[in-house]
């Protein structure tokens, strides 16, 4: 079954560091997520990406967070200078609307540490 | 704004048991719903999804409804086994294309 890739599965990072997050959506997937979950908190939103461009962002996705498509396969979440509160498990999806909506597929995430 | 609640937080239960996981929403114009598992410190993994047009969706031991205009949802796991031992998310997708997902419900099945 295709699989969304996600890159590394834990990073730990000093506070002010740029981190980048990196993830392979499934290859037919033209929609591309980024959620967040804070330990002992829900599943939270932060961004979607459609046609090279951002189409929704929430207001946690402010000026240190940014997305890009480099390549045709990879999308990464860049945080410019991390804060102790990034520290979050963050989790990539895509999904295909192509007629009818199939859902999300999640990948298994990335446990970011700030110290 | 759309708020998911999901009851209960935490059920334990013996194995063999049938069970039901309830899930609530306050805005009733969703698109879809979807049903996923979580075990500790991984990734969600999806176990079912109901368009806005359906009622419910099975898949093995698995059955979920959708009642859209009371804003509802319930999983059933019928005979449940250890391994089924994780948490369980609820999320709904409204007309712009996010998800809002509940607390969960963590659900221990003891041997």
């Known amino acids: 079954e295709p699989e969304v890739t996600q890159t590394p599965s834990h990073q730990v990072t000093q506070m002010g560091q740029e981190v980048i997050l990196r993830c392979v959506p499934i290859s037919n997937h033209l929609y591309f997520y980024w959620y967040r979950q804070i330990l002992g908190q829900k599943v939270e939103f932060l961004v979607s990406f459609y046609n090279n461009e951002i189409s929704e962002k929430s207001e946690i996705f402010d000026d240190q967070f940014s997305v890009e498509r480099p390549d045709g396969s990879n999308f990464t979440l860049k945080i410019r200078s991390t804060k102790l509160e990034d520290s979050a498990m963050y989790f990539c999806?895509?999904?295909?609307?192509?007629?009818?909506?199939?859902?999300?597929?999640f990948g298994s995430g990335t446990r970011l540490t700030v110290v | 704004k759309q708020e998911v609640t999901q009851i209960p937080a935490a059920l334990s239960v013996p194995e063999g048991e049938n069970l039901v996981l309830n899930c609530s929403f306050t805005d009733s114009a969703i698109y879809n719903l979807q049903w996923f598992r979580q075990d500790p410190g991984k990734g969600l993994t999806s176990l079912l999804l109901?368009?806005?047009?359906?009622r419910e969706q099975t898949s093995g031991r698995l059955n979920a409804s959708l009642d859209k205009s009371s804003g509802r949802s319930t999983l059933y796991i019928a005979a449940s086994q250890p391994g089924d031992s994780a948490t369980y998310l609820c999320?709904?997708?409204?007309?712009?294309?996010?998800?809002?997902f509940g607390s969960g419900t963590k659900l221990n099945v003891k041997p």
């Open positions: 999320a709904v997708r409204g007309n712009f294309n996010k998800f809002y």
């Open positions: 109901i368009q806005s047009s359906q």
């Open positions: 999806a895509s999904s295909d609307h192509r007629g009818r909506d199939y859902g999300y597929t």
